[in-house]
């Protein structure tokens, strides 16, 4: 979902930041990873259409741009949608709820915990 933005500058808002599209060898290209059995990828969209976390052996959560500590990422941008955020964050107050100590790597601040989380982000209160 997030594939064309990627590959237009001022769709990704690289153009902001002096950078273009992402390209190899001057082609435009995506990288792709495997995820193996002991990753998750759960999508979580309402930052963009495409937003995901990614759950790493059911105790590391790579929040990107979903969740930080004390907040959530933004939906007032193309691509954000509120009532997306609004249900990608039930569902992981629901998967913080039943794994208080999953450490969570947001995009952007300090690491956390999910109990923490569900304890001062006003988002999951």
């Known amino acids: 979902m997030d594939k064309p933005m990627l590959l237009d500058a001022e769709k990704s808002f690289?153009?902001?930041f002096g950078k273009n599209?992402?390209?190899l060898g001057g082609k435009k290209?995506?990288?792709t990873e495997v995820l193996r059995d002991r990753w998750k990828c759960l999508h979580t969209p309402g930052h963009t259409e495409?937003?995901?976390c990614f759950l790493f052996d059911e105790r590391f959560l790579f929040s990107?741009?979903?969740v930080?500590?004390?907040s959530v990422g933004r939906t007032d941008l193309p691509g954000g949608d509120h009532?997306?955020?609004k249900s990608s964050i039930d569902r992981l107050k629901e998967l913080f709820t039943k794994m208080p100590d999953l450490i969570v790597f947001p995009g952007h601040g300090p690491q956390t915990t999910a109990r923490i989380i569900l304890r001062e982000n006003p988002f999951f209160m």
Request: proline share 0%.
């Open 68 to 70: 930080f500590s004390t």
């Open 14 to 16: 690289l153009n902001l």
């Open 83 to 85: 009532d997306q955020m």
């Open 21 to 23: 599209t992402l390209l």
């Open 50 to 52: 495409g937003s995901c």
């Open 64 to 66: 990107g741009d979903t």
């Open 29 to 31: 290209v995506l990288s």
